[in-house]
């Protein structure tokens, strides 16, 4: 990178310094117009460049203000030279203001004043006519605004209305809702509790289910025993038992009689024969329970 040219730092310090000069005198100039002291402050290179923009905005303002009182001053002066024309034509005419009479002054001056009103250069029916007509247009506009403007008054109206009943509403369920907590919570802890009285019940139906499990396995239950089987067999047994009390007694009253072994044998033949038939019987039952229910 090459180095700076010296002259090059020598013109910006110069005109570092002229900026700086130019806004030390501005500022000057400004407090001493108000009847002020400059404020000590550090002229920095940013405060430097602000005061200066902001000495450049003035100027330019100063000029413009200077260009349109110089303005207002040559139309004062044409103004004053043409009111004295017409005031010198109206005195050759007869008619100068102090010769005329007050109520013809009066007159003048409120004509004066409705033009001055109406923003019209001339007293001409014309311009007034033209003036008027845009007054009216004006107030037909401003009217159509206004009804608008009432339209949507009264409708943000209604929805103030409505939001304002909302919110009692809802400040009223808020306070209802703020007043049921303290028995909601009541009422949760008895829950709470009652759920953990169930929970633990729980816990112990199902160790006794566990256990009632394990008994019946033990015992060989299976599902194909069933209560409608296990009242079936039962009632099969009743039969049974009435059929074999007969024989029972027979036999009970055998044992009553001198002993004959070989009609004895005969008889216990007869009776094993008898009982075993029977639980042939019973056996053939029992399957056919077991069939139907599966």
């Known amino acids: 990178m090459s ?18 000069g130019g806004v030390k005198e501005w500022l000057t100039k400004t ?5 002020k002291v400059v404020p000590e402050f550090e002229y920095t290179p940013r405060s430097v460049v602000h005061l200066h923009s902001l000495l450049t905005v003035s100027k330019a303002k100063d000029d413009a203000s200077r260009l349109v009182a110089h303005d207002f001053r040559q139309k004062a002066v044409e103004y004053r030279s043409q009111a004295a024309r017409i005031r010198e034509i109206l005195e050759n005419v007869g008619l100068a203001q102090d010769g005329l009479p007050s109520n013809v002054v009066s007159s003048a001056q409120a004509l004066a004043n409705v033009a001055n009103l109406l923003n019209i250069r001339d007293t001409e029916l014309s311009s007034y006519l033209v003036a008027m007509g845009d007054i009216s247009l ?22 103030t209305r409505k939001a304002i009943a909302r919110l009692t509403y809802l400040k009223r ?16 802890e008895n829950w709470k509790t009652n759920l953990q009285v169930m ?18 396995n033990r015992v060989g239950y299976s ?13 099969h047994r009743k039969d049974l038992e009435k059929k074999t009390k ?12 001198p002993p004959d072994k070989a009609l004895a044998a005969l008889a216990i033949e007869d009776k094993k024969r008898q009982f075993g038939a029977a639980e042939k019987y019973l056996e053939h039952v029992l399957h056919s329970a077991l069939a139907s229910t599966d």
């Open 3 to 20: 180095d700076q040219d010296p002259s090059m730092s020598e013109t910006m310090i110069d005109s570092d310094a002229s900026r700086i």
């Open 31 to 35: 407090f001493e117009a108000a009847g």
């Open 138 to 159: 004006r107030k037909t506009d401003m009217e159509e605004k206004k009804g608008k403007l009432q339209q949507e008054s009264k409708i943000l109206l209604d929805y």
């Open 246 to 257: 007969p024989i029972l007694d027979t036999l009970r009253s055998y044992q009553d009689l």
């Open 173 to 188: 369920t808020l306070a209802q809702l703020e007043d049921d907590v303290a028995p909601c919570e009541v009422q949760m």
């Open 199 to 216: 929970a633990a019940k729980e816990r112990q139906y199902m160790q006794q289910y566990v256990n009632y499990k394990a008994m019946l």
């Open 223 to 235: 599902p194909e025993i069933s209560h409608g089987v296990l009242v079936e067999m039962a009632e």
